[in-house]
């Protein structure tokens, strides 16, 4: 059940430090969503704000709203628990547990928080979770071996049975092809097309070709120079960005003249 | 000389060569194997020489024939190998001589300890205690040359269940410590004035740590409270602080990813804690404890103070005097049981030394099998 994220005017803080001033962004549900821009400009940083795991970082704060569905993310008693849980994440590097097994990697969500699951249950989510991620046929035979044993595009699609087995609304992922062959990203990024019609979904990515392919619509953030903040340039469809974008900025950046 | 030595192994390797085969550029000269035997025989000769010149000894022997071994090798290899290898042949030789002298004491304590405590060791000494046997039974046995009677059952048992208890302190309190440090207290000033007081008291002598369990017991209990508890209390004093350190560093090296991997699936963080931070590191912290259970397991001045010394078998920790096996050594040597025949009570504390090595001998084991247990699961 895919939700749409509405940003209203958002700052974000690492202590003193700004590093995102002023986003405002709409994002559809069942969509792929792209954010593209230099190194330094705050696209992980915007991303980990919408799952309310920006926090997690000693003196990170935001101000201004997110609202899942008009829901604000950061109302007075909202638990950031349950926002991770409807709101998923994919990490740059694949980060399976090391201590758990591949079926016990997908189970993580519902395992680590003490959910009682039986057992056809379990295996019914395990397999339905690993075909969603394209990595069933390859792990079947031996879902009981630990989960670091699999190659790195393995892992990462390990990382996203894992998250969509929590059945999130939305899914986000931080450049989740870079540590990855083109064949283990062509994987993910097929995996991503068919995430689409299900969730909504958004992703960080240096890979220009990639953001065309696999996003309708793609955000373009900058920075005016060091120690200033990161900021949404441009925001909109796919095929706009990269054929007649309305900045300057965003032309020379997308055609590959950005210093 | 090197295009002599070059030569004499292309030579010996030419059996398996191609039939014309240039010379390699890039093989430089090289000692055959059997030199470096050579000049160890050589050196072992003149030093064995040298030592009798000043009236020989093995000490003397061995440190002559090693220095001369050094200088002959390092520049026997650098003349035919180079510089460079010269180098390396004498740093090689110099670190095999250190680990060598480390190993020298090693080596010679388990010596002493097996020699002088073998004789010792039978079923009566380890299931039997000391109930009973006074300086009159020792003077009999020793006239009649029978075996030795009294046993260190239970000084072993004392052993056993004061470390037993002190560890069931710790390792609650100093993981728990950790886990704070790590996980919650991060830059906090709590975390800055626990992290010092647990530098201070890894500082702490063992006999003040002894003297603090008793005053303390002294306080609720009155004066001469001495019971196998307040032993326990009195280690777990000097165990804290080693437990916490090293859970703290395995905590550390946790990397932040698993937690925000777990963060990110909606897990709160207590839970992240207690099944993905822990569990990660749980092989490193097993054998932390284990290390530090050997380093109090050997503890006696503490125990003197707060167990004191028993002769008979005392398995309640909670009721009356008890026996270690240190407090145990330290009493047969220090006040044999028959001062005018003490070859009995030197025998028992003897055994027991062997008893109480093998005994921190097992634990390594056990902290390296604990180990392997728990580390992550490799391969497919
Ligand atoms: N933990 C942190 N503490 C303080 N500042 C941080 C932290 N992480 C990032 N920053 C700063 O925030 C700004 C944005 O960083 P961010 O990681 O979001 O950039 P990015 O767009 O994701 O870059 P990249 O494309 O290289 O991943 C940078 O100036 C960075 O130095
Ligand atoms: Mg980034």
């Known amino acids: 059940m895919a939700k ?4 209203n005017d958002l700052n974000v803080y690492y202590s003193k430090f700004l590093a995102v001033e002023g986003v405002s962004i709409n994002i559809e549900p069942k969509s792929v969503t792209a954010f593209i821009g230099p190194s330094g400009c705050g696209k992980s940083t915007f991303l980990r704000t919408l799952n309310r795991m920006h926090e997690v970082i000693p003196g990170g704060r935001v101000e201004g709203q997110v609202l899942l569905d008009g829901d604000d993310l950061y109302g007075a008693g909202v638990d950031p628990v349950t926002v991770r849980s409807q709101i998923g994440m994919v990490f740059q590097r694949p980060n399976p547990f090391p201590t758990m097994s591949i079926k016990d990697n997908v189970l993580a969500g519902v395992k680590l928080n ?10 019914d989510l395990v397999e339905k979770s690993l075909r969603g991620a394209n990595l069933w046929n390859e792990v079947k035979d031996r879902l009981d071996k630990p989960g670091s044993g699999l190659s790195g595009g393995q892992q990462q699609r390990l990382c996203i049975a894992r998250t969509i087995a929590v059945k999130p609304d939305v899914i986000l992922m931080d450049e989740p092809c870079s540590a990855l062959d083109p064949i283990s990203t062509l994987a993910i990024e097929d995996l991503i097309n068919e995430l689409k019609s299900d969730y909504t979904v958004v992703i960080v990515t240096h890979n220009m070709q990639q953001a065309a392919r696999v996003s309708d619509k793609t955000a373009f953030f900058n920075i005016a120079g060091t120690g200033k903040p990161g900021k949404l340039i441009e925001f909109n469809d796919t095929t706009a960005i990269f054929s007649n974008p309305e900045q300057k900025a965003t032309e ?3 055609s590959g003249r950005f210093g | 000389m090197s295009a002599t030595t070059t030569n004499l192994n292309n030579k010996a390797n030419g059996n398996s060569a191609p039939p014309v085969r240039k010379r390699n550029s890039l093989a430089k000269g090289k000692l055959p194997k059997w030199a470096i035997w050579a000049i160890a025989a050589g050196s072992i000769v003149l030093g ?10 093995v000490a003397s022997f061995a440190i002559y024939s090693a220095i001369i071994f050094l200088i002959a090798a390092s520049v026997i290899t650098t003349v035919v190998e180079g510089k460079r290898r010269g180098k390396n042949a004498m740093w090689t030789y110099l670190i095999y001589a250190a680990f060598i002298v480390a190993l020298i004491p090693l080596a010679s304590v388990l010596y002493t300890v097996l020699q002088k405590g073998l004789p010792g060791i039978n079923s009566h000494f380890l ?4 109930n009973g046997v006074t300086g009159a039974v020792d003077n009999q046995t020793v006239a009649n040359g029978e075996p030795v009677i009294g046993g260190a059952y239970h000084a072993v048992m004392g052993t056993l269940l004061i470390t037993l208890w002190a560890t069931l302190i710790s390792v609650p309190v100093g993981m728990l410590t950790a886990v704070y440090l790590v996980e919650y207290g991060q830059g906090k000033a709590l975390s800055k004035a626990i992290t010092f007081f647990v530098d201070v008291m890894t500082g702490i002598p063992s006999i003040v740590a002894g003297l603090f369990a008793a005053a303390l017991f002294g306080i609720i209990l009155g004066p001469n409270a001495r019971m196998g508890i307040v032993a326990a209390v009195a280690l777990s004093v000097l165990m804290i602080p080693t437990v916490v350190r090293s859970t703290e560093e395995m905590l550390k090296i946790v990397p932040n990813e698993l937690r925000e991997a777990s963060f990110a699936l909606g897990v709160r963080r207590w839970r992240t804690i207690l099944k993905v931070v822990i569990p990660t590191a749980i092989s490193g912290i097993a054998s932390g404890v284990t290390l530090a259970i050997a380093r109090v397991i050997g503890e006696t001045a503490p125990i003197l103070v707060t167990a004191g010394i028993a002769s008979n078998i005392n398995l309640n920790v909670f009721a009356n005097w008890m026996s270690t096996l240190p407090t145990f050594i330290y009493y047969q040597i220090l006040t044999p049981t028959s001062p005018t025949n003490v070859d009995p009570s030197v025998q028992r504390a003897w055994a027991a030394a062997l008893l109480l090595i093998l005994m921190v001998m ?6 390296r099998l604990v180990a392997s247990i728990f580390a992550p699961k490799k391969g497919r």
Do not use: H, P
């Open chain 2, 48 to 57: 064995a020489a040298a030592s009798t010149l000043t009236g020989f000894n």
């Open chain 1, 114 to 123: 003490g959910t009682k699951i039986s057992r056809s249950d379990a295996d």
């Open chain 2, 127 to 130: 299931f039997s205690s000391m």
């Open chain 2, 362 to 367: 097992a634990l390594n084991l056990i902290a």
């Open chain 1, 252 to 254: 020379d950046y997308v």
């Open chain 1, 4 to 7: 749409r994220i509405d940003v």
